[in-house]
């Protein structure tokens, strides 16, 4: 498995369903920002991206400066 961290979030995203989600997410400034659309047919947003966010089953609303865990691309 890829290594995690544990990053803060650089803009607020939303609770999360029923199973663990990877959301395409773009590291800058020490922080990491979520794409604002995750539909996994969108292929310019993963190319655009540099991280996923690991949000777990059930995951409540985050807000900016929330810790989360990243998968940062080599």
């Known amino acids: 498995p890829m290594p995690r ?6 803009a607020p995203v939303t609770m999360n369903g029923p199973r ?8 800058s400034n020490g922080a990491v920002i ?3 659309r995750q539909d996994s047919g ?3 947003v993963l190319a655009n991206a540099n991280a ?9 609303a985050k807000e900016a400066g929330d810790f989360v ?3 940062a691309f080599p």
């Open 20 to 27: 663990e989600h990877y959301m395409r997410a773009t590291i």
């Open 5 to 10: 961290q544990k990053m803060p979030l650089g």
């Open 42 to 44: 969108l292929q310019s």
């Open 52 to 60: 996923l966010i690991v949000r777990p089953p059930n995951d409540g």
């Open 34 to 36: 979520a794409a604002d």
């Open 69 to 71: 865990e990243v998968i």
